[in-house]
């Protein structure tokens, strides 16, 4: 069982940045994925950046070169910095976790990226 709280949503005007947090009520055990995801309106939800427990990461095309995710072990706690935001960014996003036949979802965080 894990618990995940995301963090750092709000309105941000278009080329401006984002700092996202999922705190997760326990470390990241080797072979979990921890990955965030995002559903913008009327759309299939869709995975943005994904980081294992020895910190290796993938970022998904659409944002990659503006979206990084990060973990710190020591605070049990993944980041997704999100620079030169775009409209299309906007959207609730979902921190997720997954491994040993098990996933858990946070409650999500609102981004909308507007002027």
């Known amino acids: 069982q894990v618990q995940l709280v995301e963090s750092g949503g709000g309105l941000v005007q278009p080329g401006g940045s984002l700092r996202l947090s999922c705190a997760a009520s326990?470390?990241?055990?080797?072979?979990?994925?921890l990955a965030w995801y995002r559903q913008a309106p009327g759309k299939q939800r869709e995975v943005v950046a994904v980081?294992?427990?020895?910190?290796?990461?993938n970022t998904a095309d659409s944002v990659k070169g503006r979206f990084t995710i990060s973990g710190d072990n020591a605070k049990n706690t993944v980041y997704l910095q999100m620079n030169n935001l775009k409209p299309e960014d906007t959207a609730v996003y979902y921190c997720?976790?997954?491994?040993?036949?098990?996933?858990?979802w946070g409650q999500g965080t609102q981004v909308t990226v507007s002027s």
């Open positions: 326990r470390s990241i055990s080797r072979g979990e994925l």
């Open positions: 980081i294992n427990s020895g910190g290796t990461t």
């Open positions: 997720h976790i997954k491994g040993y036949g098990k996933e858990y």
